[in-house]
């Protein structure tokens, strides 16, 4: 009788998945999209090899009433934190020794500021303008500025720029915008320069930009006066009571901006914040020789931005600031809930989205980053946790086929991951579109233990819970973690719920079988 031969080859295939680098993608079809990207990437920081674990953020200071402001005086050789509380501006600068200037008062306290030369104004379409400056002998001063306004209604200046050495000072509801006759006056009579005779659009001004197309101050650098009707006006020439000098480009049809903080100028280029997203004149302004930016900053999440503008545009807090210390540019948000912000790695165009900071406006001080809550100050970019409290950060990839458009069921997925000490982590694949969403669960059994087979590898509620690895390291770790899902494409869906722990996500090894007879 012949014995029959077995065949005990190996059908197990191994693929090794990129972490998705590319970031947050709310543009392409997930079912096209480059498995490089992500679909959902909370809290999560895309970087050139990696994906990283946002930091958190530690109270600096609490004030006895709403913060509506912050800004940072850049003096020569000191700098000073302000805020605008209630009805009273503060020194923020040390978490020790906070005080009022009491000889200023705000009807509002959301204002916009400039600094120009050793001068920063405050401004909010409410009250007389106020300026903050040092003087000779280091002593503060935060008084009424020294500008003379038409028929005393200065407190109608809403928004402040600075453009060819000009202070240009925006007057709520209108097309009129005052700047000093004198290029590099800090104080004197305003001019008025109005905008309703070559406005093609109608509404109001809401700001003005400085906009340079050869990447610096230079010849080339042009005026932008944007309206709230998304008509941009460019003027070149630097002398605006010359009428051979000072002349209009172009009056260009752009997308509505949103609120008087709408302008984020950055390396030479001016990003607008407007209701199809996040856009530099670069791109928005067909004007020859105008530079290609670096980064076409919101488009691969064009769908998220859409989303928020279309709900919560004239909600207040939208606002864009760049934090070179991270390597970012963070937009602030409005929402239902609160504020999200979206993030992006400005080396690479990737982004990104932050939750649980709710944020009402944001600013640097000292290089550091720093936003207000409410009553409270808090600085950024500190630590691991949200001032005491766990960071969750989850990231659903994209779909892959793996490397083979055939059948294949998944059996084990094994992270590879860098980590300051043991955390908790739930991470599984979805398969061809599905929306499975398993969360945290309760521990089984003793403090710190699992018992076998009653629930799933590396998940838990609790911080002292299931630990994907009991030390931490400074070399990359892997662990194989049990999977099971058929299908033809797999989504890598990764979530952490940590504090103290710093979270490095490199890449993903994928174990599972190919063909027929996987069902």
């Known amino acids: 009788m012949l014995q029959r031969i077995i065949n005990r080859t190996n059908k197990s295939v191994s693929y090794t998945l990129p972490a998705p680098i590319k970031g947050l993608n709310a543009r392409d079809n997930p079912a096209d999209m480059d498995a490089g990207y992500a679909v959902v990437m909370d809290n999560y920081i895309p970087l050139d090899t990696k994906v990283a674990l946002r930091k958190g953020y530690v109270l600096h200071n609490s004030l006895a009433s709403e913060i509506g402001t912050l800004a940072e005086y850049r003096g020569e050789t000191t700098s000073v934190f302000l805020a605008v509380s209630g009805t009273k501006a503060y020194n923020v600068s040390a978490t020790d020794n906070v005080y009022a200037y009491d000889n200023v008062t705000f009807g509002n306290n959301v204002c916009r500021t400039q600094q120009y030369k050793n001068y920063l104004y405050f401004v909010n379409g409410l009250d007389t303008p106020k300026v903050f400056y040092l003087d000779g002998n280091g002593e503060h001063h935060f008084e009424d500025w020294n500008f003379i306004f038409s028929d005393n209604q200065s407190h109608y200046i809403t928004n402040v720029s600075v453009s060819k050495q000009r202070l240009w000072f925006v007057e709520k509801n209108s097309m009129k915008v005052w700047y000093p006759q004198t290029a590099g006056n800090i104080s004197g009579a305003l001019q008025c320069f109005d905008l309703a005779q070559v406005a093609r659009f109608g509404g109001y001004l ?22 709230s009707e998304g008509e941009a006006l460019v003027y070149s020439g630097s002398n605006v009571n010359n009428a051979d000098d000072w002349k209009l480009r172009g009056s260009y049809k752009i997308s509505r901006p949103i609120g008087y903080n709408c302008l984020v100028p950055y390396q030479g280029d001016v990003v607008i914040i407007s209701e199809d997203g996040y856009i530099p004149l670069s791109k928005a302004l067909p004007i020859e020789q105008a530079n290609s930016s670096q980064v076409s900053f919101s488009d691969a999440i064009r769908g998220l931005v859409l989303s928020r503008t279309a709900k919560y545009a004239d909600y207040d807090g939208w606002q864009g600031i760049i934090y070179g210390r991270g390597g970012y540019a963070i937009f602030n948000v409005p929402v239902a809930s609160g504020f999200e912000q979206h993030v992006i790695n400005i080396n690479t165009g990737a982004w990104c989205r932050f939750t649980g900071i709710n944020a009402c406006c944001w600013s640097e001080f000292e290089k550091r980053m720093y936003f207000c809550d409410g ?24 779909y892959s086929n793996l490397g083979s458009n055939s059948l294949k069921q998944i059996q084990l997925i094994n992270p590879r991951t860098k980590f300051s000490s043991g955390y908790s982590l739930v991470i599984y694949t979805n398969m061809d579109m599905e929306k499975r969403n398993i969360d945290y669960e309760e521990n089984v059994g003793f403090v710190g233990i699992t018992k076998w087979n009653k629930k799933k590898w590396s998940s838990s509620a609790l911080s002292v819970g299931t630990k994907w690895s009991s030390l931490g390291s400074t070399m990359v770790q892997s662990q194989w973690i049990a999977n099971s899902s058929t299908g033809y494409k797999a989504s890598i869906v990764f979530k952490t719920k940590t504090k103290g722990n710093a979270i490095e996500w490199y890449d993903t090894i994928l174990r599972f079988q190919l063909g027929s007879g996987v069902m």
């Open 206 to 227: 809401v700001a003005v930009a400085n906009w340079t197309q050869d990447g610096g101050q230079g010849i080339d650098d042009l005026t932008v006066f944007i309206t």
């Open 375 to 398: 009553r409270d100050i808090f600085l950024f970019d500190e630590g691991y946790s949200d001032n005491g409290t766990r960071i969750s950060g989850t990231v659903e990839q994209a």
